[in-house]
């Protein structure tokens, strides 16, 4: 799924902590340790921002968190790409280098510029088939984020003609009003802003050449620093890897683990060509090997650690996978070669 700058994280902490949250509490949930949030340009992985979000909302007991996060956006949190929207020389400019430069904040989504007709969408793609309630505090605050960006921008009280999301409505509508100006449709199949399309030419307050170029130039050298996103079947399998654990995983836990439901992971794997199964296989094979040869478990305890039910269904399968027997096929690697 890739990563996301570590400032997604800063930002969710600043706002989790002012509602009481300890944040030693918070990162031990998550997953992090407090030096890892210290690089401004460093990253994590989009898993673990995702779950912060979830964790800090749940902690928090704030059902609006991520339009309250917004209290906590400030122009240092945004770095270089703050810079490049400022100083383009109109509104229209900055998005479009936002836009660019987006994956720079999170390589799970895109953002896209869509003129139609009067009107102009700025819309936010999700690369990944993620259930929409789970990323409905992080979507309406990057909407918000957006919005409130581009009225610092040009100083102008910009209001959408329309905003929408694609998971379902909370209960209480009266923040969402007040920080867009209108209320938000729900259950839609896209979360974007809608305006009028002479928005984009609005000219910037602070237009400034040179600082932009700077910007650019540093944007465009962490996009290249930044690892390739896995693929999903990559994730799968060290999601497997773990499973293995707790005996023969199923499609329903390993759907669990991965937040989504299992129809969603079984077509994101199709997409590349894989199966649970098949990767499940493939794991287990590759694990067998690694035990018999680098450790001195029981055949019994390998069995069991690689999630089957009995002895004979492991056995079965190393014959399949190797045409050799696990005992045969470590006796054969412990034997030194012979000298010709």
Not at 241 to 250: D, K, Q, S
């Amino acid at each position: 799924m890739g990563t996301a700058a570590v400032q997604n994280v800063q930002l969710v902490l600043a706002a989790a902590i002012s509602r009481g949250v300890p944040p030693a509490r918070l990162l031990e949930a998550i997953g992090l340790m407090p030096q890892q949030l210290i690089d401004a340009d460093g990253r994590v992985p989009v898993e673990t921002a995702l779950r912060t979000w979830q964790v800090a909302a749940e902690l928090s007991g704030d059902p609006g968190f991520g339009l309250s996060v917004m209290e906590y956006l400030h122009p240092g949190l945004i770095g270089s790409l703050g810079y490049a929207v400022h100083g383009s020389a109109t509104l229209g400019e900055g998005l479009h280098r936002l836009a660019r430069f987006f994956r720079v904040v999170n390589q799970l989504a895109s953002l896209v510029l869509c003129e139609d007709g009067p009107r102009v969408r700025v819309r936010v793609a999700v690369d990944h088939e993620i259930a929409a309630d789970e990323l409905r505090h992080p979507m309406e605050c990057l909407l918000a984020m957006l919005l409130v960006v581009s009225r610092r921008s040009t100083g102008a009280p910009l209001s959408p003609l329309a905003v929408s999301f694609r998971h379902a409505a909370p209960p209480d509508l009266a923040a969402h009003r007040r920080t867009f100006g209108v209320v938000p449709s729900f259950s839609q199949p896209a979360t974007e802003l809608v305006f009028p399309r002479q928005v984009l030419d609005l000219p910037n307050l602070a237009p400034d050449d040179t600082l932009v170029a700077v910007a650019e130039r540093h944007l465009r050298r962490m996009l290249d620093e930044i690892p390739p996103a896995d693929t999903f079947a990559a994730r799968v399998r060290r999601v497997l890897v773990e499973e293995l654990r707790h005996g023969e995983p199923t499609l329903a836990r390993l759907a669990a683990r991965m937040r989504m439901s299992e129809r969603t992971l079984q077509r994101n794997l199709g997409r590349e060509g894989a199966s649970m199964q098949a990767l499940l296989d493939d794991v287990r094979h590759q694990l067998s090997l690694r035990h018999l040869a680098d450790s001195k478990e029981s055949i019994a305890e390998i069995s069991f650690l690689l999630g089957f039910a009995e002895v004979r269904a492991f056995h079965r399968a190393f014959k399949r996978w190797t045409g050799s027997t696990p005992a045969a096929y470590r006796q054969a690697r412990a034997t030194p070669a012979s000298a010709p």
